[in-house]
């Protein structure tokens, strides 16, 4: 077992893609320190952490089965220190929380959690379940965040950005000085901010990880966010697409290679009116850590929302321009139609749904 294990639970959107490509690309260089990074064939620990949670995940729960164990394994035979780092392992129930540290027993276990404000979390998440065939629309999402319990919660949101719930399942008997929060600077910080306050929090020098990663979970606009969401709908209603497609097609292809790659997109905010309730939460959490006595790297203040300009126009995420719905509409088609033309079939059904919507759009 390696003497000390730093277990990154997340949050999930806070930097967490880069992080973990950057720790995969100088595996190498951390081995000559003494620091493993222990994924496998994959070079992710998710296989890991869906079978930890035991989770379907879009289908992928089968192909997941032992992946915990085997994780598990890597670490027993490393020597030195071992990072274990995936955001969704915030969700994790009590009793799942309890077989991981079983699991860990003789380590000198460090809890990892990175935090960032709600008025760039809420966004994210809606956004990311949007990537995950969610059909929500934002203003319900966020009247479902507001009005869910924030401790023992079963809504998704809150079991993994709860900070004193996560942080409450997680670090139940770990001393304090054992459970780092790491905060997400806000805008405007330099660009290597994050980074070094995960290497703080892993005991690690930057110098032992050179290799830069480019990776990141990217955002969508209000528009490319709205089309998705209503052919998720359109999808669900027919149920004519499947999960190992969907991800291929639409979350990879149409989203992330795609849409995400598009200049001038408006990006979706906060509504002016739930800054104060936000702000409240942010208070709660600060107030808990200060009294928790855990090891905070960065700033506190960086969990307070920044209030946008009184004076600036808020775009409501669920009305984007039919004009701008109608371009992200055809920038999809014409990917989807230049990876047809390898292999029509699979690809023409889909390419056609989404004509049809946007000439639908075009005329709303």
């Known amino acids: ?117 709600l ?8 956004q990311e379940g949007i990537k995950h065939r969610r059909r929500k629309t934002f203003a319900r999402f966020v009247a479902n965040v507001q009005k869910a319990p924030r401790r023992g919660s079963n809504m998704w949101f809150w079991r ?23 905060t997400v600077p806000q805008d405007g910080a330099p660009r290597d901010e994050l980074w070094s306050r995960y290497c703080r929090a892993f005991a690690i020098d930057p110098a032992w990880a050179p290799e830069e990663s480019v990776r990141e979970n990217i955002s969508i606009g209000t528009a490319e966010a709205t089309l998705i969401r209503r052919l998720n709908r359109r999808l669900e209603q027919s149920d004519s697409l499947e999960n190992d497609a969907y991800r291929r097609l639409v979350r990879e292809l149409v989203v992330h290679q795609t849409l995400a790659q598009r200049s001038g997109m408006t990006k979706a905010t906060l509504p002016p009116d739930a800054y104060p309730w936000a702000n409240e939460v942010a208070e709660e959490w600060i107030e808990w850590a200060e009294g928790a006595g855990i090891d905070v790297i960065g700033d506190l203040n960086d969990l307070r929302p920044v209030a946008p300009d009184p004076d600036e126009k808020w775009d409501d995420p669920d009305r984007p321009g039919p004009r701008d719905m109608v371009d992200a509409a055809l920038d999809a088609i014409e990917a989807l139609l230049i990876e047809a033309s390898g292999d029509p079939e699979p690809f023409l059904a889909q390419s056609k749904k989404l004509a049809r919507m946007a000439r639908r759009l075009r005329h709303s």
Request: aromatic share 6%; charged share 25%.
């Open 160 to 182: 993994v950005q709860g900070l004193p719930d996560v942080l409450g399942r997680w670090s139940a008997n770990l001393p304090p000085e054992h459970v780092h929060l790491v």
């Open 1 to 117: 077992m390696a003497k000390v294990v730093y277990l990154h639970v997340g949050a999930p959107k806070t930097g967490t893609t880069y992080l973990q490509d950057r720790l995969a690309k100088n595996r190498a260089e951390l081995a000559k320190n003494r620091v493993h990074y222990p994924v496998g064939m994959t070079n992710s620990m998710f296989e890991a952490a869906i079978d930890l949670l035991d989770m379907s995940w879009g289908g992928q729960r089968e192909e997941a089965r032992g992946e915990w164990d085997s994780l598990m394994t890597r670490v027993r035979r490393a020597s030195g220190t071992a990072i274990v780092s995936h955001e969704i392992l915030a969700g994790a129930k009590p009793a799942q929380v309890k077989r991981a540290m079983a699991d860990l027993d003789g380590a000198e276990v460090h809890l990892v959690y990175s935090a960032r404000d």
């Open 119 to 126: 008025a760039r979390q809420i966004p994210a998440e809606w």
